[in-house]
């Protein structure tokens, strides 16, 4: 199985803060890296999908890039509705596996 | 708007069996892969397996072949996981996934969730 390690695994930051986080796949997954925002009591939501593509609905302030097995995810102006969990997963090969998490929380 | 609706919570005996569903809305249920995601108390999230309702193609992690049974049932749209003999270490959240397009498509849409307590 290919491993996803993400990190930080929580933070805490200012609302306008920047914020990224890391997910390194222990092999090439070809850009078939995904990102999804996940809160207590609601429907875990899809932001980017292919590395760096938006879903429909997603703000901008939100953006992704890699770097060969390298992967982040960015928040360019950290807002309220932001403070969630998020996840890294390939979908490159079977099984598709997830990192571990982050917690963005307020500073 | 997509809606995968998820059953609700169960509190179950270790050896007692489950089956908990899924019941796809507002897109063809004909059309995509839905599969399974797990998440342990306060961890993360694992994929379990997948199917393709029109003919039941189905595909496993090699985690969980053998613990649990993934089946469809194109008259009203369901997708379920099954359990014959739960065990405590099956205490978690399931969530309910569509996966877009190709095998290495994104899970666009999920479920609540389906919060599973085995205990003795």
């Known amino acids: 199985d290919i491993q996803m390690t993400q990190s930080p695994s929580s933070l805490s930051a200012s609302i306008g803060d920047r914020v990224t986080i890391s997910c390194r796949a222990s092999q090439t997954i070809r850009s078939h890296l995904n990102w999804y925002q996940m809160k207590p009591g609601k429907v875990p939501k899809l932001l980017i999908y292919a590395t760096s593509t938006l879903e429909i609905g997603v703000p901008s302030r939100f953006s992704g890039s890699e770097s060969g097995t390298d992967f982040t995810l960015t928040i360019r102006s950290l807002q309220r509705e932001d403070l969630a969990t998020y996840y890294c997963q390939q979908s490159y090969s079977n099984p598709p596996t997830f990192g571990g998490g982050t917690k963005v929380d307020l500073k | 708007e997509v809606q995968l609706e998820q059953s609700g919570a169960e509190v179950k005996k270790p050896g007692e069996s489950l089956k908990i569903s899924c019941h796809v809305s507002?897109?063809?249920?004909?059309?995509?892969?839905i599969g399974w995601v797990r998440q342990l108390p306060g961890k993360g999230l694992e994929w379990m397996d997948i199917i393709y309702p029109p003919d039941s193609d189905i595909t496993n992690s090699p985690s969980f072949q053998g613990q649990v049974t993934i089946s469809a049932d194109l008259s009203n749209s369901t997708v379920y996981l099954q359990w014959n003999s739960l065990k405590t270490s099956d205490s978690a959240i399931y969530y309910c996934?569509?996966?877009?397009?190709?095998?290495?498509?994104?899970?666009?849409?999920w479920g609540l969730g389906t919060l599973v307590s085995v205990s003795s």
């Open positions: 507002e897109f063809s249920f004909s059309s995509f892969w």
């Open positions: 996934v569509r996966r877009r397009g190709s095998p290495r498509g994104p899970f666009d849409s």
